[in-house]
């Protein structure tokens, strides 16, 4: 047990994980008898959003590519 105060390092969660544990878990409560409709929408609702922060993430890591490979970044620091 961690001491008051103390912090706990916890493994980073690759997005491609979180969205496969999303989609099992989804599965998982449309396979139950009794499923429950609602859990199902919050799963919905937590799977958009990961989804949308994937695309986001995306969008400014080719963005940020882009000007590495143009060397556009450093030559707007040396016009400044």
């Known amino acids: 047990m961690p001491e008051e105060g103390e912090d706990i390092e916890v493994e980073k969660v690759l997005i491609t994980d979180a969205i496969k544990a999303l989609e099992l ?5 449309m396979q139950q008898v009794d ?13 958009r959003s990961v ?5 986001q ?3 400014q890591q080719t963005l ?5 490979r ?3 970044a450093g030559a707007r620091e ?3």
Not at 25 to 29: A, F, Q
Not at 35 to 47: D, F, I, P
């Open 70 to 72: 143009t060397g556009a």
């Open 64 to 68: 940020q590519g882009y000007f590495r």
């Open 35 to 47: 499923g429950n409709k609602q859990n199902l929408q919050a799963l919905e609702r937590v799977s």
């Open 57 to 59: 993430r995306g969008v």
């Open 51 to 55: 989804y949308q922060r994937r695309s």
């Open 25 to 29: 878990l989804k599965l998982y409560e």
């Open 78 to 80: 040396n016009a400044t």
